[in-house]
Each structure stands twice: as C-alpha cells, then as structure tokens.
C-alpha cells in the first residue's frame, strides 16, 4: 500500500513562489508516474501537473505552465512541484497522486490514479 504525504503549502503573496513536496512510502516509488492535482472551494479537482516513473514525461494544465514545475527525486521516494509567480486563482488545497505503470508514460485524469495523499492548502493573498 502506497502512502503519501504532501508538505510545503502555506500563505504566500501573489508574485511569489512555493515548494510542495510529497513524500512516498510503502511502494516501488520509481515505478509509479505521479501527478498533482488541486481543488479549489466549490470546483471540481484538476490535474495541475503530471510526470512520468522516470521523470522524462511531463504534463502541465494551461494556466499553470511556466509558473509550476513538476520533478521528481526517486533516490529520495519523493515528487515536487515548484510553484513561482504564484496568482490568487492558485489558490487550492493540493493533492499529488501515484499509480504503478510497466511503461514510461504520464496519467492526467483523476480516475486514472489509484494513491492520493490528504493534501497541503496553497493560499495567495493578492
């Protein structure tokens, strides 16, 4: 059974930046493509961001790409999302997600993750 553990959110003003962390326990973490995902109050989850086992694939919904960037550190059973010039319509509480994958691929719907940790609240003041 896969464990994960989101840290790293917090209150930050917009135009500055975040590093969310998600921690990996109970699995072949090298093994699993990764993803994260936010909800905001009254809206359904979206993927933010998505990559691959081996951290070559990645994904990243429209209105966050050249802001947000997914990595990962599977030395460290460990996926980030670095999160700069961040706006007050990120704000969310985020979730990231894990599932096992034989092939190099990236998943960026939330049906297609089966672990999802308990979320960190990402809160930008404008």
């Known amino acids: 059974q896969v464990q994960l553990v989101e840290s790293g959110g917090g209150l930050v003003q917009a135009g500055g930046s975040l590093r969310l962390s998600c921690a990996a326990s109970?699995?072949?973490?090298?093994?699993?493509?990764m993803g994260w995902f936010r909800q905001a109050p009254g809206k359904e989850r979206e993927l933010v961001a998505a990559?691959?086992?081996?951290?070559?694939?990645?994904r990243y919904a429209d209105s966050v790409k050249g802001r947000l960037t997914i990595s990962r550190d599977n030395a460290k059973n460990t996926v980030y999302l670095q999160m700069n010039s961040l706006k007050a319509e990120d704000t969310a509480v985020y979730y990231c997600?894990?599932?096992?994958?034989?092939?190099?691929?990236?998943?960026?719907?939330?049906?297609?993750?089966?672990?999802w940790g308990q979320g960190t609240q990402v809160t930008v003041s404008s």
């Open positions: 990559i691959s086992w081996n951290g070559g694939t990645t």
């Open positions: 997600a894990a599932r096992y994958s034989q092939t190099i691929a990236v998943f960026t719907t939330m049906h297609d993750y089966n672990y």
């Open positions: 109970g699995g072949a973490f090298s093994s699993y493509p």
